[in-house]
């Protein structure tokens, strides 16, 4: 690419789902005047068909030239739609040089308002793009996104430059640059949602062929199609009418609220929510409120209710962001688990907890449709195309109409020209013939059909957000579970714990209402390292936790909420012995810190200190393959593995936990503990045994999948075994089939990366896969359909860096996906689509948000009618919602096609008739 065309072109978010090519180009004057004439000349056509191409409009009336003086813009995306886009540049300011918040930005190498400034003027060039401002960057030559912090910042940067708040001055600068905070969808007025839709191409040769019918005499055929496409057109526009109040409601709460602020000075004020910038210091006091912004939390701590985002209302613990004193940006510092210090735009925050006389604050990192909650309402306003092979071969079958109708056209001028007819008729019976080839009534048929089976979806508790997708459901050929609130059930059992007594493991304990555990650190570690809080007098979390703290007897206190600066001792939660409980040596336990759980740690941990003494322990929790890494060996029972093995394999969830005492009863060295610090050279408790049965639905759903040949995969973050068993208990892996565990080891300093397999049926020796043996297991020339492969995620990684041209052959017959991260869940989905599966997922909308809807078809089992983790959402809490929605998208699918050929063999007989 030569310089001029790079100077012309740039991409936008590279590398993001909604990654744009753009190019620069300037309006020229002359071009617009003979546009105007055009417009004139054509009554309007040409009009339209700039509104169906604008690219066309600006290939006309703009010239090409550099992004930086450009004043048009034409976006087109970088999939394989290629859907161009215009748009206008606008101008932000001038700013005064001397405004003293200006200075101040400028001063800060890192700000993107300091590198998008324009001088001598000071002003901002800007576009906006699918509710997104974007400022230019005059440093690197392309637009970037505004409104949201810069990612560059360090942990301490976070603390030191952002903890204190802005002045006034900078407010106003940033407040104009960045645009206001509010997430607003306006509601759509009826008459542009009409006009939108009667100048589809469809409907305008629609309207040309009914036009020529009527004049030629054709009128009942004409009068019926008129009332059908009515009709068709006012189902739709009243479809989207209420979805754009639906989603205006849901999203226009929360717009304007009352929130405390920190300024420059250590002064405390009240301002509106919409008037927050990236960078403010929020103080949240206390009160129940439902956050205007996305923010990172630098002191105290809060739990929050992420159920607009999931689907799932679990309490969620938040801890405040670290103050390291390094030069890597905060985000890599944190790795994958940077979620727990965030607090989410339109999350509930329902309990906030201070630390050492702090208020809880939280500096706003972004705003707006910049916001979790915003990218969510875009992915609504906005959807991703489907390249639906239906859509295809109705292009193509229009296509090659046109080819035929075009000879039509010419084959009827000549013969009417030859027989001396006149030139009216001539005309008019040609472009007759257009009109009886091309099928007008086909939009308003398709669009009735996708209508009904949206309306009969919501009569069975499915609902969609893009009815487009219905079609698509017909096509599903693999249906992706996850297990523990999908499959089984979502509530589990305490079944029983193995202790350890540091060389074996001794008899397991089964819990019974008559009977209460013994004092031990076991019993210690169950009362104290979870996630539960009391909210309006109950005690709320995980079902996991909570089940695990009720088989305890002990209770929970509850603490106040209300953060109070002058109170000397700071509050924390306390548990105590239960009335129903064993008699203790201890008054109870307060929880003073807390590293809570993360699907890519796979653990916890927390901090406590024994009431009555100066005893301070540590306990963590997690899969028990991740909890052995940190316990000193010693201290692990040899037979571990065996053991985990043997409760796995009865499809019982086991939970590892761990303990130790630290060295010092200093409370604020303690506080200031780096998890590093704390997980490490623990002593092993032993196992918490959970039973998790299957829903009775999921049987019978499995095996009508597996009838109708639509295959089934489980993707979790369970133990492999676990995972196993549930497979065969539930007939996801039919009686007498081979299932084959495949593990992969990465590279190491002096061995690259392995694949070894072993049956999971049988005590074989594992064998190691080289490249050509396993070719040929995985060929399907050699029955491959009797084998079904198992994973975990670390195994799937390793496969995909270095065994990437085997993963296919592997995934034709992957079945269980175990100890799966959210990334890799989405991961996973991807790659069964590169090999040409329509693949739909249904989850909880917990840690499947990616993948529900990277799927073609993601299903959320939740409450929240409006929950937008996936296209679909069913209320029932159970997989049936799965085979009604692919029987209506086949009823669908197939009502299309014969909307197909009805019309085609209409048109034929209609063209015989008038001819």
């Not at 099928?439 to 009569?459: D, E, F, K, M, N």
């Not at 100890?819 to 989405?826: L, T």
Request: net charge negative.
């Amino acid at each position: 690419m030569d310089t001029e065309n790079k100077d012309q072109r740039a991409l936008l978010n590279p590398g993001e789902e909604n990654e744009m090519e753009l190019f620069g180009y300037r309006t020229l004057m002359w071009r617009q005047v003979l546009c105007i004439i055009g417009y004139i000349f054509s009554l309007g056509f040409l009009l339209l068909l700039f509104y169906w191409k604008p690219e066309w409009d600006v290939w006309c009336q703009c010239t090409p030239c550099d992004l930086q003086t450009a004043n048009i813009m034409l976006l087109r995306t970088t999939d394989d739609f290629k859907k161009y886009t215009k748009k206008k540049v606008f101008w932000v300011g001038p700013f005064k040089s001397t405004d003293k918040g200006l200075q101040e930005v400028i001063s800060d190498e890192k700000s993107l308002i300091n590198k998008t400034l324009i001088k001598p003027d000071y002003k901002v060039r800007c576009i906006r793009v699918q509710k997104i401002r974007y400022a230019w960057n005059t440093l690197e030559g392309n637009f970037q996104k505004i409104g949201a912090l810069e990612d560059e910042y360090s942990c301490s940067d976070v603390h030191t430059r952002f903890g204190s708040g802005f002045t006034k001055e900078e407010q106003e600068m940033r407040r104009e640059v960045c645009g206001l905070n509010t997430v607003e969808v306006e509601v759509t007025p009826i008459w542009k949602l009409l006009f939108k839709e009667v100048l589809n191409p469809y409907y305008i040769f629609q309207a040309f062929s009914l036009s020529l019918w009527f004049a030629i005499g054709y009128i009942e055929y004409s009068a019926v199609l008129v009332a059908i496409t009515l009709l068709s057109i006012g189902a739709t526009i009243y479809n989207l009418r209420m979805q754009s109040v639906k989603l205006h409601k849901m999203v226009s709460s929360n717009n304007s609220m009352k929130v405390t602020i920190l300024g420059k000075d250590g002064d405390i004020q009240e301002l509106e929510s919409q008037y927050l910038v990236p960078g403010d210091v929020m103080i949240l006091t206390g009160r129940r409120i439902y956050l205007p912004c996305d923010s990172l939390l630098i002191t105290g701590s809060c739990v929050v209710n992420e159920g607009m985002l999931t689907g799932e209302s679990v309490p969620v613990t938040k801890t405040p962001l670290p103050n390291v004193d390094n030069s890597v940006p905060w985000k890599v510092h944190s790795g994958e688990d940077y979620k727990r210090h965030v607090l989410f735009c339109g999350t509930e925050v329902i309990q906030t907890q201070a630390s050492q006389k702090c208020s809880v604050k939280a500096v706003v990192v972004r705003t707006g449709f910049n916001t979790a909650k915003g990218d969510l309402v875009r992915s609504i306003l906005y959807p991703k195309p489907v390249n639906f092979k239906l859509h295809r071969d109705a292009i193509r079958f229009l296509m090659g109409l046109v080819a035929v109708t075009v000879i039509g056209v010419i084959y009827t001028a000549i013969v009417y020209a030859k027989s001396g007819a006149s030139t009216k008729d001539t005309v008019l019976w040609s472009l007759l013939l257009i009109t009886v080839s091309i099928p007008a009534a086909l939009p308003a048929g398709v669009t009735v059909c996708i209508l009904y089976s949206q309306t009969r979806l919501q009569r069975n508790g499915i609902f969609c957000l893009s009815a487009q997708r219905i079609n698509m459901c017909g096509q599903l050929n693999i249906i992706c579970f996850d297990k523990t609130g999908t499959l089984t059930e979502d509530g589990m059992e305490l079944w029983g714990i193995v202790p350890s007594d540091g060389e074996s493991f001794q008899e397991k304990y089964c819990f019974t209402p008559e009977t209460s555990l013994s004092w031990s650190p076991l019993l210690a570690g169950m009362v104290s390292c979870h996630s539960l809080i009391v909210l309006d007098g109950t005690i709320q979390g995980d079902p996991l936790d909570l089940k695990m703290f009720q088989g305890t007897g002990w209770v929970l206190q509850d603490t106040d909420p209300i953060n109070n600066e002058d109170e000397e001792s700071q509050q924390h939660k306390i548990v105590r012995p239960g009335p129903d409980s064993k008699m203790v040596p201890v008054e109870g336990l307060a929880i003073l810190h807390q590293f809570p759980f993360s699907s890519s740690l796979q653990r916890m941990s927390v901090i406590v200190e024994v009431l009555g003494s100066d005893e301070f322990l540590v306990f963590m929790k997690g899969a028990p393959e991740m909890v052995e890494k940190f316990c000193n060996q010693e201290t692990v029972p040899l037979n571990f593995t065996k053991e985990l093995e043997h409760y796995t394999l009865q499809g019982f969830r086991v939970i590892s936990l761990a303990y130790k005492k630290l060295s010092t009863n200093n409370v604020q060295i303690i506080e200031g503990l780096e998890r590093e610090e704390v997980e490490s050279d623990l002593v092993f408790l032993g196992f918490l045994i959970m039973e998790n049965k299957l829903k009775p639905e999921t049987k019978p759903v499995l095996q009508e999948l597996m009838e109708a040949k639509i295959r089934t995969v489980m993707i979790t973050g369970d133990n492999l075994q676990t995972a196993c068993t549930v497979g065969k208990a539930s007939g996801m892996i039919p009686p007498g089939s081979h299932l084959i565990v495949i593990e992969a080891s990465a590279p190491e300093e002096n061995s690259p990366a392995s694949i070894t397999w072993g049956n999971s049926e049988e005590n074989q020796e594992n064998g190691h896969i080289t490249k050509d043996s396993c070719i040929n297991i995985c060929d399907p020339d050699n029955k491959i359909k009797k084998f079904y492969f198992a994973m975990t995620g670390k195994s799937y990684e390793v496969i995909v860096n270095n065994f990437y041209e085997l993963l296919p052959k592997i995934l034709v017959s992957g079945t269980i996906f175990a100890r799966m991260s959210p990334g890799q869940k989405s991961s996973l989905i991807e790659e069964f689509q590169k090999i040409d599966y329509y693949a739909g997922m249904c989850g909880d909308g917990a840690n499947d948000c990616g993948a529900l809807k990277m799927a073609h078809a993601g299903i959320s089992l939740s409450e929240l009618e409006a929950s937008v983790a996936s296209p679909f959402t069913s209320k029932t809490p159970n997989i049936e919602c799965v085979p009604k929605l692919i029987k209506e998208g086949r009823n669908c699918l197939v009502t299309s096609f014969c909307m197909f050929k009805y019309i085609a063999i209409n048109k034929r007989f209609l063209e015989l008739a008038i001819t």
